[in-house]
């Protein structure tokens, strides 16, 4: 299995900041993967983390609003950019182990 | 095409009965199909998987239920207990290309004690 430390767990922000969310897995990984959780809502992919190269973003998500680093296989971070009350969510970070997804404990993000 | 529908959006039992969460997809080319339990503050976690090739897959008290024709598979928690209270998620994962999860809504489930 792989064990997924994500930092921090929670924020509180004000809007027009920037939050660097931190995920570190216990494993050398190929792929890391970057998902929202709004309120209720189910999880939605943000974007796919390949070590050594730019990530790959889903429809309705930028580079510019979410920039990712990938600096190694156990380590990934999100950026959320110039934020909004529209980015309070729970950020989550996942990893692909054999098949199997394993996600860290999420950041709780609150913009006000 | 991508999708995966799942059913009911918010379900409550009572201890000891049975919980049926539906999921449904479009896509063929998946070939994995993981349910997922995520309790208030914690990430999902894996709570039973199966591959196309098999009907049925039991793990203690779950239940993965699958109908390949009709596209469809389902989960099923016997005696369901106030600690199965948790959101449920399907997935559907196609294993010859990104591993990208696809997941369902979410069934929010409350076992009343």
């Known amino acids: 299995s792989a064990v997924i430390s994500q930092k921090p767990s929670r924020d509180i922000c004000q809007r027009g900041t920037s939050l660097t969310i931190q995920c570190q897995v216990d494993s050398q990984v190929t792929m890391m993967f970057w998902y929202r959780q709004q309120p209720g809502q189910s999880l939605t992919l943000i974007a796919t983390?390949?070590?050594?190269?730019?990530?790959?973003?889903e429809s309705g998500f930028v580079i510019d609003k979410f920039p990712i680093s990938r600096p190694n296989l156990t380590f990934s971070t999100l950026t959320v950019s110039n934020m909004s009350p529209e980015d309070s969510s729970i950020y989550l970070c996942?990893?692909?182990?054999?098949?199997?997804?394993?996600f860290g404990q999420g950041t709780r993000l609150t913009v006000v | 095409q991508q999708q995966v529908k799942q059913s009911p959006q918010s379900l409550i039992v009572q201890k000891g009965g049975i919980s049926i969460i539906n999921c449904a997809y479009e896509?063929?080319?998946?070939?994995?199909f993981p349910w997922y339990q995520q309790f208030p503050g914690k990430g999902p976690a894996l709570l039973i998987a199966i591959r196309p090739d098999v009907s049925e897959k039991k793990e203690g008290r779950f239940t993965i239920s699958f109908n390949k024709s009709a596209k469809q598979f389902s989960l099923h928690i016997m005696d369901s207990q106030p600690g199965d209270s948790a959101t449920y998620f399907c997935a559907a994962v196609s294993t010859s290309g990104t591993y990208k999860y696809i997941f369902g809504t979410g069934t929010r489930l409350k076992v009343l004690a």
């Open positions: 983390a390949n070590q050594g190269s730019e990530a790959t973003y």
């Open positions: 996942s990893v692909e182990w054999q098949v199997e997804a394993f």
């Open positions: 896509n063929t080319a998946f070939d994995y």
